[in-house]
């Protein structure tokens, strides 16, 4: 198996880098089913504090909890090289209000990826954490069966191949943590942040029914975390004119 290590890691050509953009299945709390409001307290109850009521921590929670929320977007993106041998980045969006056709449409992508390069990685910000997890969560919840590849539920840690930046920037440090847009300016790369960040996407989404505005914001941060790649990498970092939409 190939090592997750900074130096010995698979080639960057082998990896998909993938974002996704979660909201609340429902826009506000009042819209939950009665018994899902029940189930809705008994989940936060121990984490969220007395003085928060449900209202404000479904609009807090709800987007990033898997039973409570769901897919509208996965953005990925993938290295290859043009004649002059300059890396490349080909950006692909799946998106839509339908969550099923985003999750199926995802697999669709990954497992003629998988059939052509048996050593493809994923890549990500603290997807081992959030993005991978809520993938799986929401598929089988969606009734969808989950591909060899994301079969991770007992899987020991050094058996998922997955490429976590937020991982690497531990150096085996477990108490840390740094954000995507942190890191991002640490290193001196340009942030995503600039018109959204991922606490408006469900207002983006919802009050503003604005879904390619969100889809630019995960486009976006599949750049920033190619450039950390290449930055760990030690090579030199994206062109605009390198970064490639494909529709």
């Known amino acids: 198996m190939l090592s997750n290590s900074v ?3 698979p080639s960057i050509y082998d990896l998909l880098m993938i974002d996704i953009e979660t909201v609340p299945q429902y826009p506000d709390y009042a819209q939950l089913p009665e018994s899902w409001k029940s189930l ?13 009521s ?3 921590s479904y609009l807090q929670k709800a987007g990033i909890l898997a039973e409570f929320g769901k897919v509208i977007c996965i953005s990925t993106g993938y290295f290859t090289t043009n004649e002059n041998k300059d890396i490349i980045l ?39 954490e959030f993005d991978i997890p809520y993938i799986c969560r929401r598929m089988l919840i969606n009734q969808m069966p989950l591909p060899a ?30 954000s995507l847009n942190l890191l991002a300016n640490v ?27 969100i889809v630019a914001y995960c486009q976006r941060d599949v750049v920033v975390v ?6 760990f990498k030690n090579l030199p970092l994206l062109k605009e004119e390198n970064i490639v939409i494909v529709t």
């Open 7 to 9: 130096n010995n890691g």
């Open 40 to 52: 809705w307290f008994d989940k936060i109850s121990k984490t969220v504090p007395e003085n928060v």
């Open 54 to 56: 449900p209202e404000q």
């Open 90 to 128: 080909r950006l692909k969006s799946i998106y839509a209000h339908d969550e099923k056709e985003v999750l199926q449409s995802f697999t669709a992508l990954t497992e003629k990826l998988h059939k052509h390069n048996k050593n493809f990685e994923f890549a990500g910000h603290n997807i081992r």
């Open 149 to 178: 590849y994301l079969q991770l539920h007992g899987a020991k840690p050094w058996d998922v191949k997955m490429i976590d930046t937020l991982q690497w920037w531990k150096f085996g440090d477990y108490k840390n943590y740094v």
């Open 187 to 213: 290193l001196g790369i340009p942030t995503s942040k600039t018109d959204i960040d991922g606490s408006m996407v469900q207002h983006v989404y919802y009050k503003d029914n604005d879904l390619p505005r």
């Open 226 to 231: 190619a450039n950390i790649l290449l930055r």
